[in-house]
């Protein structure tokens, strides 16, 4: 399986990019909104974005070998208690994950990720581009139950296609 530097790259402007259009619309949308359940898999709309958070953040961490966030999937629904924290954490995530995009190379993408997952508690060793594109497809998977729940709560849902991304930024 090969992914290249660019693929990556090219995944984390959009997740930027696709986060950035969150945030102007969580903004403008209340606590009570954000967290009302809409019987989704982690229930509100602020729910799965803190999953997505925390799971971006636990792949990164995976991924560079720094220090990833605490709890386990049970408390990542908890990362940001209001709009405006998860602004703030999600910010500095997309700006850790361009860094890290930015700098990669293809030698990077090769070879297994081993750590030790907590949901299957014990120790789990896949290959690092496999990884990758989980991570990205990850983020797409939950933004699209977020904007479906936007959608229900009569709030406009972002723009998503890949293809409509604009070409130079600004990601963040």
């Known amino acids: 399986m090969m992914i290249t530097p660019d693929y ?7 997740n930027a990019w696709q986060n950035k259009q969150l945030k102007a619309i969580f903004d403008g949308l209340g606590q009570e909104d ?6 989704a898999y982690f229930g509100s709309i602020l729910a799965t974005a803190n999953h997505l958070l925390w799971a971006d953040q636990i792949w990164l961490a995976r991924l560079t070998g720094q220090e990833g966030p605490q709890g386990g999937i049970s408390e990542s629904v908890h990362m940001a208690a209001n709009g405006p924290a998860w602004a703030v954490e999600r910010f500095r995530t997309d700006g850790a994950l361009l860094h ?8 990077e ?3 297994p990720l081993v750590w030790h997952s907590g949901a299957l508690e014990r120790e789990v060793s896949k290959p690092k581009a496999l990884c990758v ?3 990205f497809n990850h983020q797409t998977h939950h933004r699209g139950q977020i ?7 009569g709030a ?12 130079d930024g600004p990601w963040l």
């Open 100 to 107: 890290w995009a930015e700098r990669l190379r293809a030698v």
């Open 34 to 39: 954000l967290s009302k359940d809409r019987k």
């Open 156 to 167: 406009k849902a972002p723009v998503s296609d890949l293809a409509f991304m604009p070409d």
């Open 147 to 153: 904007h479906a729940m936007l959608t229900a709560a």
């Open 109 to 111: 993408l090769s070879g």
């Open 8 to 14: 990556c790259l090219t995944m984390a402007r959009y």
């Open 133 to 135: 594109i989980h991570m």
